[in-house]
Structures are given as C-alpha cells and as structure tokens.
C-alpha cells in the first residue's frame, strides 16, 4: 500500500524553517528570513543537488498537490491578516505629508530603475512569447515592493515602533504597499488580458466594483455585526467561519475577474472595521498558524521553483544589476523622502533601510509573476536572492544609522516632519 509523504514533506519543511530561523535570530534577523533561505535550501541548488535520489523521492511531481493546496490557504489566511494590519500608526496624521514623501519616492524610483534594467533582462531571461511590456511592468513592479510585516516585526523586537523613525517609516509603508499593490494589480490585469483593452476594461471595472462594495457595503455591515456578536473584539467560532467564508469568496472573486487570489484576501483584511481587539484576535487564533505552518510551505513551494541555470550564461551580471536597482531605488528613495521631510541624513537612511526590506511581500509577488507566466524560473530565482538579501540588510542599517540618533533623542515632535 502506498503512503502519501504529506506529513514526511512536513515535517522536512517545518523543521528545516525553523531551525534557520533559530539560527538567524541569534543574529539579529527576523524568522522570515530562515524560512526563505530554507526554502532555497529544500529547492534544487542545495538539497537536490547534495541528494537528488532524496529529494525527488521527497519532493516528486505528482506528490505535491496537498502542499499546494496547503500554501494557497496559508498564503490567503497570511495576506488578510496583512490587510487587516495595514493601518496608519497612531500620531500619523501629523506626518502625513512626509510618509507620503517616503512612500512616493520609494516606489517610484525603484519602479523607474526596474523600467531601466528591463531591456538587459528581456532578451535572457523573459519567457518564450512574453513580449517587453509585460515584463518590464512586471519587473518594475517587483521592485517597489516594501514589507510592512517584516519592517513592522524589526521595528518592535528593537522597541523603536514609537520612535520618529518607527512611526514615519510604518506610515510611509503603509503608503508604498498600497501604491504598489494597486500598481501590481494593473500589471496582472493587463497581462491576464493579453493586452486585449476590453477584457482589460472589464478586469478593472470589477476591481473598482469590488473595493466599491467593499468599503461602502461589506465593511459596515460587518462593523454591525461584529458589535452586536463579538462586542470584546473576540469573534465566536460562527463568526470567524463567517469570515474564513468572506476571505475565501475574495479570494475566488479576484481570480474570476482575472486577478491573483492574494488581492482579495488582501482587500478583505483591509475592509475590516479597525479595531485593535478584534486584530489581536485574528493574530492569535489564525497568523500563528499560518507562520509557523502553512508559509513555509509556500517557501518551500517557492524554493522547488529555482534553479542554479538562473547564474550561468551572465546570470551573475543580471543578479547585480537586479540587487542594484533593488537596493538604491529602495534605500535612496526612502532616504530622500525623509530627508525632504527634515530628518538628518543618518535617520534619513535608516528610513531608507527599512523601506528596503521586502520579506515575504516580495516572494508573493514573484510567485503571482511565475503562475501568470511572465517571469520563469531564472527570473524568480533572481528575485528571490534580491529579496533575500535586501531583507538581510535592514537589521544592519537599522542598527548602524539608526543607533546613534535613538540613544540621543528617542523621538522627534511631530511638528518637526512636515
């Protein structure tokens, strides 16, 4: 009788996350990072090509089906509660305008230096029959990408979450994600259409039908709900199956108007009512299990989607035009918002630093690319060493331009970030 390796997959997965992750919080790096790396380590650079018997028996074709299915809940469960976090911190009103700088710069210059790298990158490494637009969108796209999970998890295990460079930066990712998740979306709508303007047309028009009902309908009449059923911002078991049901339906509807079923686990979690209770809630009883158990998964999934091909043939020059555009438009962008907005050069960078990591947000988009088809696995193995490695400096900078400034004046007046 044959055995399905569901649970030998994950106990392998589960347990090669966690083990990086313990090893790089000795340094100072937040989890996600080990659960990345440990997805490329269970892809076929490393595991497959230490054992490659072990890991196609491990890891064979017709096996994965349940880890599929398995990542696609996680990875819906993970974006609404993304969504239902995404807020203005508190005190955000009075440097609006500077987040907005941030937000702005950070997004635009790393999306112009991707427009810029695109031609290099096309000829080598865009699927057979992807034309340069589409991939040009796509790559300029990814590259605005900025974690507000991941900055937000630094920004409070250093205790600076109410610091001026906290409070700015969370604002301004807030302001990024937003703008470049919308930009993403355009993206994936015009290639789902196949550059066809009416099915393109009809793809936005539901996105805009869509958030319509969303914030005008569902989030009040949700808001009623919850007041009258879960007045303690504790929802009952009906209720939160009330809400899985919700999710899952964005989910399906985002994919029926042609789009990833990420924006509308996405959308949801931001259409719920803002009450701090009722996140806690939702963390508690559904991102720890979605963290600790069904992402990695999805970072396995990720990792068994690279291949070494990606750094032959000027591979390696490609890495580090991507790592460059990456990383200054991020870092520069971000720092010049903030020194826009009055902030020294010092805390200006470690501004910068923090719009730079891009975490799992940046794997979620790559992932969107490979299942659309504009990007292969060349081109995601790339993004995913990009990613990787933009998250690993932020600890760093952090620490280095942010140190001095914290320990000589922990926060600045809101009046002085115009």
């Not at 600790?292 to 990606?310: E, K, R, S, Y």
């Amino acid at each position: 009788m044959s055995h399905s390796p569901l649970l030998l997959q994950l106990l392998v997965i589960i347990g090669t996350a966690r083990l990086l992750a313990l090893g790089l919080a000795r340094i100072g790096q937040p989890p996600v990072i080990g659960e990345m790396i440990g997805g490329l380590v269970l892809g076929p650079i490393v595991f497959g090509a230490l054992a490659p018997q072990w890991h196609a028996q491990l890891f064979a074709p017709g096996s994965l089906g349940a880890l599929n299915g398995l990542a696609q809940i996680g990875l819906a469960v993970f974006m609404f509660i993304v969504g239902a976090e995404l807020r203005l911190p508190g005190g955000a009103r009075e440097r609006i305008v500077a987040a907005g700088r941030v937000g702005v710069l950070s997004v635009v210059l790393p999306m112009a230096l991707g427009f810029a790298i695109a031609p290099i990158l096309h000829p080598r490494f865009a699927p057979a029959g992807v034309a340069f637009a589409p991939f040009a969108l796509f790559v300029a796209a990814s590259m605005a990408i900025t974690a507000f999970p991941v900055m937000a998890r630094i920004l409070k295990e250093r205790a600076m979450t109410q610091t001026a460079i906290g409070r700015l930066a969370l604002t301004s990712a807030a302001f990024a994600d937003v703008l470049a998740w919308i930009a993403l979306a355009l993206v994936v709508a015009l290639i789902a259409s196949g550059s066809g303007w009416p099915r393109f047309g009809a793809t936005l028009a539901g996105l805009v039908a869509l958030v319509a009902v969303s914030f005008l309908v569902v989030r009040p009449a949700l808001a009623r709900l919850l007041a009258r059923r879960a007045p303690d911002g504790k929802p009952s078991g009906m209720m939160l199956a009330l809400l899985m049901i919700l999710l899952f339906a964005y989910a399906a509807l985002t994919q029926q108007i042609d789009l990833h079923a990420v924006f509308g686990a996405f959308l949801f979690g931001a259409c719920l009512p803002r009450d701090d209770r009722l996140l806690g809630s939702l963390v508690e009883r559904l991102e720890h299990v979605a963290i600790v158990v069904l992402m990695p998964v999805f970072f396995a999934l990720a990792g068994l989607n690279t291949t070494a091909d990606a750094f032959n043939g000027g591979g390696g020059l490609a890495l580090v035009l991507i790592l460059i555009a990456a990383i200054v438009g991020k870092v520069v962008g971000g720092a010049a918002g903030a020194r826009w907005s009055g902030m020294d050069w010092r805390t200006s960078v470690a501004v910068g630093g923090l719009m730079n990591a891009r975490g799992l947000m940046e794997l979620i988009v790559m992932k969107i690319g490979l299942d659309i088809g504009v990007i292969g696995k060349e081109m995601f193995t790339m993004l995913l060493v990009m990613a990787i490695v933009t998250t690993l400096m932020t600890t760093p900078m952090l620490a280095y331009f942010g140190r001095t400034r914290r320990e000589r004046e922990p926060d600045l007046d809101a009046k002085e970030i115009v």
